[in-house]
């Protein structure tokens, strides 16, 4: 059965959110967007298809440890510092599950700035709860360098039901993001898994970021087909090809 992504993101957060603490099971070096330190963490709102953390996410209780912000930061800060690298970034779960999570971030962004001012700090996000709550967004908007990339699932109800598991209902919270990020004047840009947006699909977002006031470009994300996501996808209905 589908689940209300509302309901499920004030449970998740519950789970991983502490005393202002967050749940992350692994800290490390990445090749994206040129080269990162990335904290992964557990807990989404969304169950989605093609996620490639989704065992954690669907049983984030028995995963990671508890960090504060600002030893996720200093952490982060070591790892690019010995790289060499001037970006770091979450991943593995959705940073923003609500307001008991939101300071947490918050407190993140805020450390890096204090300790390490030119780092830019990449938020990857389903976009769900800065569309629910647009205040979200312009609490964001104080912080610089941030991007903020949104990650959409699909443009109509069915399919955003299909490949996150939530009600589709809902799909529509992560485009008003845009609209609420755009409002903001935060630095963000949309992406989509490109073998799940059809030709037709992509020209349907860009006329509506068009619409909205919002440069239309949209970052086309492969899908890496890792066993557990190629099984996820079959149990789903999805053609693996």
Known sequence: MPFQPIKRAAEVERIVVKGGK?????FRAAAFYGGLA????????????????????????????????TEVARILLDI?????????????????????????????????????????????????????????????????PLLIRVSLKALEPEKFERITGAQGQFYFYPLQALINLREAGAHFWPAVMSEF????????LKNFLIQNQIPPEIEEEELILYPSVEENLKTRGFKVI
């Open 38 to 69: 990335t904290a992964d963490a557990v807990g989404c709102c969304f169950l989605c298809a093609y996620c490639w953390n989704l065992g954690r996410n669907l049983h984030p209780e028995g995963v990671g440890e508890f960090y504060s912000g």
């Open 80 to 144: 690019a510092r010995k790289k060499g690298f001037r970006q770091v970034r979450i991943s593995g779960a959705e940073p923003i599950l609500g307001r008991e999570s939101f300071p947490h971030l918050l407190e993140i962004l805020e450390t890096i700035r204090k300790e390490a001012p030119g780092t830019r700090f990449i938020l990857e996000t389903n976009g769900f709860m800065l569309g629910y709550d647009k205040d979200l967004a312009q609490e964001l908007a104080r912080f610089h």
């Open 22 to 26: 967050r749940k992350y099971y692994r």
């Open 197 to 204: 947006f059809s030709t037709k699909e992509k020209q349907k």
